[in-house]
């Protein structure tokens, strides 16, 4: 006999004789796979959080960087039509 089913065979054999109760070990599994589901579920919504929040931040970036060169276009536009005027 394989000394791994020999061993597999003697723990079964002492959890018969110690009258172990697989339903609470069933139990258990259950409630750890209920909280690591539960872990998953959190960390997925963090996740899609924290990507909304660097896809709000880079729209914003964006938003600001356009304005920034608006402003300063119109400012550019302000002093060629002074210096115009000063020439004129």
């Not at 589901?37 to 356009?66: D, K, M, P, W």
């Amino acid at each position: 006999m394989d000394p791994h089913r020999r061993q597999v065979g003697v723990y079964l054999a002492e959890m018969i004789n110690n009258n172990f109760d697989a339903g609470e070990q069933i139990k258990a599994i259950r409630k750890s796979i209920e909280r690591t589901e539960s872990y998953i579920v959190a960390i997925t919504f963090l996740a899609y959080l924290v990507t909304g929040i660097v896809l709000l931040s880079l729209i914003c970036y964006v938003c600001a960087r356009n304005s920034n060169i608006k402003q300063q276009r119109l400012k550019q536009h302000r002093l060629n039509a002074c210096n115009r005027i000063v020439e004129a």
